[in-house]
């Protein structure tokens, strides 16, 4: 049974860093494309970062190039979204998703096995 769950969330000034992760359980990681989005109160899901299976290459919207990097650890089936600089429109329920496909995507159509989600909230 393949499951995504998210951690790492919680209450950051701006300017800090947090480091959300995505744990896979029921397959391995790297077989799979791994999408980061994020969904503000009242705004539409966007798709922030991911990253493509076997090669690893990544891509990231606009609004987090240069801040945010994800990464993953095939040993332990996990893949991490690190964010610096963190703003306050940063704010919003992070979830990773997975799809068995080679090239990732940033849009959250192409995924079909997604986590709960975890908050993220910048302010000071």
């Known amino acids: 049974q393949v499951q995504l769950a998210e951690s790492g969330g919680g209450l950051v000034q701006p300017g800090g860093s947090l480091r959300v992760s995505c744990a896979a359980s029921?397959?391995?990681?790297?077989?799979?494309?791994i999408g980061w989005f994020r969904q503000a109160p009242g705004k539409e899901r966007e798709g922030i970062s991911c990253?493509?299976?076997?090669?690893?290459?990544?891509n990231y919207a606009d609004s987090v190039k240069g801040r945010f990097t994800i990464s993953r650890d095939n040993a332990g089936n996990t893949v991490y979204l690190q964010m610096n600089s963190l703003k306050p429109e940063d704010t919003a329920v992070y979830s990773c998703?997975?799809?068995?496909?080679?090239?990732?995507?940033?849009?959250?159509?192409?995924?079909?096995?997604w986590g709960q989600g975890t908050q993220v909230t910048v302010s000071s």
């Open positions: 998703a997975a799809v068995l496909t080679f090239r990732c995507s940033l849009w959250y159509t192409e995924y079909n096995f």
């Open positions: 990253i493509s299976a076997v090669d690893g290459s990544t």
């Open positions: 029921g397959f391995r990681l790297d077989d799979y494309a």
